[in-house]
RNA sequence: UGCCCCUUCGUCCAAUGGCAGGACAGCGGCCUUUGGAGCCGCGAAUCUUGGUUCGAAUCCAAGAGGGGCAACCA
């Protein structure tokens, strides 16, 4: 994709060896048909970052080719899905941006898979076993050892057929008998030796109801649903691998010409971050989050209440790439993505996370200044203001303060002279301590002559801090969002403990007293600001209501004073 | 004691037989009404051994290391 556009938009993603692949393919039309992918997930949890990789390369490369993208679910197991996991997929993949060109169910497919299946059984390709589960695990032998053949392989075309479709009309009990390939008992690939196709089970789908009692497993459903739906490049990842001989197996076994080919990527790791869709729903179920949407989660529910933004994900997928080779990203580079995107788009206020009173001794009591405050610093390109108040009795960053403070602090302390963004010059004259000794409130002075910040006599200050006007300010509840887990890989962790053991205590902290300067009350729930010197956040979508407002902190900004102050 | 895949800066990704490059992270500096952002600079890698070649990260062989596969899950 070449732009000589000087209104070029979006960059074109890099460059990965599927895209490679692809466009090779497409030069060569090497399947006679248009570009076709597809995402097909299981509704079986929420998606989340792993399925925004694959959302993002399988549109993303429909977008670039011209081609389609189907949005395909694959709920072939009754006992695990749900609609409620087919509403989350199609809302997410929607709010990151994509939209497929046709939404389709695998379970759509089953009377067509059947018929593949008689054909497969007339064709002599595959036969009932009616071997228990146990005695098929035993007789699948194992990685360093054959298989032996089932006693049922040999029987005949005819008795295949009738068991198949007695099979199909209800006759037996779930277990009695499974379909099976005929490929090779001995394969040193293990996925080879004979796999399973069907299986009988008395359980009601969420979308067929009780129409079927015979279940397809992934590897007889997958690459067919690919096929009949004329996907060309069918992409996954790493651990279907050995799956892919079946796939190839199946696919020309039921007669399909130039069928698709699969290829396999690495899944996604991020460091502190669980992605195994069946660990979310313990966290989920044993209530360690609030649900499927806790900002904590790496839900696309959850990170959206956290206030990550679409374009940020997308941003991310595009940075870490696609490879074959199995690889764990850093968490900065994510948050790097989020930092990226936020700062170019939400406004700046001022919010005090843990205030500190400052009177302003020879500021007029009962008086109000209203000054202007730009809403972006002067290399955002966005426009934009509000006016905040000004008045004797202040609130500052407990932080921004310090009795004694160390050589490299630029901020408040005794006898030192600050700027309060957008309002003055102050300097500290006088401390007030609790009985225990505590810092309670701070008196400085203010400058008149610095209104808005600027010294008309050209004097600098070392730093400037945020504050809000006591009285004006809002008091507002923030939720600060750390990482789940106090390792990088939780999924690593020594014998005997799981991953619940290594979830970090203090990854909610939530601040109840806060206090946010005016100009917020009548935002829409869900707005995101950057809270100056502080962090990005979000008001929470679903608890911040006027009055009694909620902030969840998106995340923190780079802080080169924290690596000072830890030397 | 099998089959398959993989191995490039700390991390992620490029380089498709021809100058190992980008991003994140780190470090130093500049700038700054956010210790934010931005700008400039620095350090930082081809798993090993052998082979092919004028030339190898790339091709070949062997080894080492990492990962996947033995659900009627996907």
């Known amino acids: 994709m070449s732009s000589t556009s000087p209104l070029a938009s979006a960059p074109a993603p890099h460059r990965d060896f599927i895209r490679d692949l692809v466009a ?11 570009i076709a992918t597809r995402f097909p997930p299981e509704p079986n949890g929420f998606p989340h970052l792993g399925h925004v990789k694959s959302i993002c390369l399988n549109f993303g490369i ?7 993208c189907n949005l395909r679910f694959d709920d072939t197991n009754p006992f695990t899905e749900d609609i409620k996991y087919v509403e989350a997929f199609k809302r997410d993949v929607r709010w990151l941006g994509f ?54 392989r040999d029987r005949a075309v005819d008795e295949n057929l009738s068991l198949l479709r007695r099979m199909r009309a209800g006759d037996f009990d ?17 996925v080879m030796r004979d796999p399973l196709l069907l299986r009988i089970r008395r359980a009601s789908h ?29 992409l996954c990842t790493l651990e279907f691998k050995d799956n892919r001989d079946v796939y190839e197996w199946l696919v020309r076994a039921a007669g399909f010409v130039r069928p698709p080919e699969q290829t396999e990527f690495a899944r996604l790791e991020l460091d502190y971050t669980m992605l195994s869709k069946r660990k979310l729903l313990r966290l989920v179920n044993e209530g360690f989050v609030s649900g499927w949407d806790d900002p904590r989660m790496p839900t696309i529910a959850g990170m959206r209440r956290r206030g990550v933004t679409p374009e940020a994900l997308r941003k991310f997928c595009d940075v870490i790439g696609v490879a074959r080779k199995p690889a764990r990203t850093e968490l900065a580079t994510f948050e790097h993505a989020v930092r990226d995107d936020l700062n170019m788009r939400v406004p700046r206020v001022m919010c005090v996370l843990r205030p500190l009173k ?57 006898g030192r002279e600050v700027r309060l963004r957008y309002g003055y010059f102050v300097t500290c004259s006088d401390v007030v301590k609790d009985a225990s000794g505590n810092v309670v409130e ?13 010294a008309p006599d050209g004097r600098k200050v070392s730093g400037t801090i945020h504050w809000v006007s006591a009285r004006h300010a809002l008091e507002c509840e923030l939720r600060l969002y750390d990482r789940l887990f106090t390792v990088p890989n939780p999924d690593d962790v020594p014998d005997g403990l799981d991953f619940v053991s290594v979830l970090n205590p203090e990854s909610l902290v939530t601040v109840r007293n806060a206090q946010i300067e005016p100009s917020v009350a009548k935002d829409a729930p869900g707005s995101r600001y950057q809270f100056e010197r502080t962090g990005y956040f979000v008001s929470d979508a679903t608890d911040s209501k006027p009055g009694a407002l909620v902030f969840n902190r998106t995340v923190t900004l780079r802080d080169s004073w924290a690596k000072i102050k830890d030397k």
């Open 24 to 34: 090779a393919d497409a030069a060569s039309n090497r399947y006679g048909r248009e």
């Open 99 to 152: 939209e497929w060109d046709a939404e389709l169910y695998t379970s759509d497919y089953f009377g067509r898979l059947y018929e593949i299946a008689e054909h497969l059984v007339m064709d002599g390709k595959a036969y009932v076993d009616s071997q228990t589960e146990d005695e098929i695990r035993e007789r699948r032998g194992t990685v360093t050892t054959t298989g032996t053949a089932s006693p049922f």
């Open 62 to 68: 429909r977008d670039e080719f011209g081609g389609r």
């Open 174 to 190: 779930d277990g009695a008998h499974v379909l099976r390939a005929s490929i090779d008992m001995a394969h040193p690939n293990m």
């Open 358 to 414: 400052v009177v302003i001794t020879n500021f007029p009591e009962g008086e109000v200044e209203w000054h202007e405050a730009s809403s972006y610093p002067r290399d955002v390109p966005l426009t934009g203001s509000r006016t905040i108040p000004f008045s004797r009795e202040l609130y500052i960053e407990r932080d921004d303060f310090m009795e004694a403070p160390p050589s490299k602090f630029y901020r408040l302390a005794p």
């Open 442 to 454: 701070v008196h400085c002075t203010y400058d008149p002559a610095t209104r808005g910040g600027d």
């Open 206 to 234: 969420y979308r067929q109801g009780d129409a079927w009692c015979l279940y397809p497993l992934y590897d007889f459903a997958h690459g067919l649903s690919d096929a009949i739906e004329g996907i060309t490049h069918s």
